[in-house]
């Protein structure tokens, strides 16, 4: 895809939201329910079933996905989808491109062995190998831009207000 049908494809949802705001206002969601026989959560994708474990580090065998690990995926995905929109917007050439991410965590938290050990991500670090010839101020915007508006980067840079609830409910047979 080169920059003219990226503008063509998103000039009339931008001419939308700007003449109707609220029509930018999009809800995503998902859904998991718990295995019965292990400590997991079965994760519908809308491609797949992805069935998040504990990690290794706090009991588990690593058989299931850990879901630091897909917090990490989804940055990789949404930093690298961004990325690549954001190139094909200014028009850098882009041979190839591989996205990174890394986070440290101290499990003490997580167990509840240590009150003062955070429970989370204390640092995470993405980071972009560009093949390209573009030069360094064409690389600087990109990355700048990319980091503006990746969902992901930001939602985790600013945190969104969270809440939690519980609904005591009869869940359907599966």
Do not use: W
Request: hydrophobic content about 45%; aromatic content about 4%.
């Amino acid at each position: 895809m080169d920059a003219t049908h990226l503008r063509a494809l998103q000039a009339p949802l931008k001419e939308t939201y700007k003449q109707t705001p609220g029509a930018a206002l999009v809800t995503l969601k998902a859904r998991g329910r718990l295995d019965d026989a292990k400590i997991a959560c079965k994760v519908e994708t809308g491609r797949a079933l992805a069935v998040a474990g504990l990690h290794p580090a706090t009991g588990g065998t690593g058989a299931e996905l850990c879901s630091g690990d897909m917090l990490l995926e989804a940055l990789v995905a949404c930093a690298g989808v961004t990325l690549k929109a954001v190139a094909t917007a200014l028009e850098i050439p882009l041979r190839d491109a591989v996205v990174r991410a890394e986070g440290d965590l101290d499990f003490r938290g997580t167990l509840g062995v240590d009150r003062a050990a955070p429970v989370g991500f204390r640092a995470i670090r993405l980071a972009f190998d560009l093949d390209t010839d573009a030069p360094q101020e064409k690389i600087d915007a990109l990355l700048k831009l990319t980091e503006r508006y990746c969902v992901v980067f930001q939602s985790l840079n600013h945190r969104p207000e969270l809440s939690v609830t519980a609904n005591r409910t009869a869940v359907a047979s599966k």
